[in-house]
């Protein structure tokens, strides 16, 4: 049963540095193919996605947000980390991480999300 | 201004069948990149419901299809209930942007 959870700060000021953490079970992120996403809807707005990693550790990156993102990840500890910098009002969103297997592939299982407020 | 385009909303009444179109261009769905579907009932996370264009998760009812067709996709959820009354995103990949890009999302709302 592959399962997944978001943690991280619930509020963050601006110009701030955010650090989401996701860990997971049912699977490992050493598995030739498999990947760990990160995904982010503000409130009443449509599915943004932001960053994946594979198992090999390549990384991918929306290219809108890609100076501010960095996707790293810790195969023993079952976790993917993502960071973003310079946080701002308008990255008010809930953040999503999900299981997929690659940018073309589906999330086929997501976390329940983690609800962060950018507010000085 | 999402990449892919879909109605903002549809409706229907129960037991009617209802589509839901997902817009793109050469670079996504036109490039011959699968299109995935979702569906997100409001608070909580999205749930994988079509995936590769036409195919369906185990546990989603064959209510839902998908097809695909050119630069556009669509979702066919046929025998409407309440229970579908939902978000529902479709997501495919971008070679111009490479990256992943999502469908600006439809409300679903049963009469």
């Known amino acids: 049963q592959i399962t997944l959870k978001e943690s991280g700060p619930t509020l963050a000021k601006p110009t701030q540095t955010l650090t989401l953490t996701c860990t997971f079970s049912?699977?490992?992120?050493?598995?030739?193919?498999?990947?760990v996403g990160w995904i982010r809807q503000p409130p009443g707005k449509a599915l943004e996605w932001l960053a994946l990693?594979?198992?090999?550790?390549?990384?991918r990156y929306s290219p809108s947000l890609k100076r501010r993102l960095t996707i790293t990840k810790d195969t023993s500890k079952n976790q993917v980390v993502l960071t973003m910098t310079n946080m701002d009002p308008v990255d008010t969103a809930t953040y999503y991480c999900?299981?997929?297997?690659?940018?073309?592939?589906?999330?086929?299982?997501w976390g329940q999300g983690t609800l962060v407020i950018v507010s000085s | 201004q999402s990449v892919l385009t879909q109605p903002p909303s549809v409706s229907g009444a129960p037991g009617q069948r209802v589509t839901i179109s997902c817009t793109g261009s050469?670079?996504?769905?036109?490039?011959?990149?699968?299109v995935h579907w979702y569906q997100q009932v409001p608070g909580t996370a999205p749930k994988l419901l079509i995936y590769?264009?036409?195919n369906r998760p185990s546990g989603v009812p064959d209510r839902f299809s998908g097809s695909k067709s050119g630069t556009s996709a669509s979702l066919a959820i046929t025998g409407l209930q309440a229970e579908d009354e939902a978000d529902y995103y479709c997501?495919?990949?971008?070679?111009?942007?490479?990256?992943?890009?999502f469908g600006g999302g439809t409300k679903l709302t049963v009469l």
């Open positions: 999900a299981h997929g297997r690659g940018v073309t592939a589906p999330f086929d299982y």
């Open positions: 049912g699977f490992s992120l050493s598995t030739n193919g498999v990947g």
């Open positions: 990693i594979y198992w090999d550790d390549d990384k």
């Open positions: 050469s670079s996504n769905i036109g490039a011959h990149y699968d």
């Open positions: 590769g264009n036409t």
């Open positions: 997501q495919s990949y971008d070679s111009s942007l490479s990256g992943v890009v």
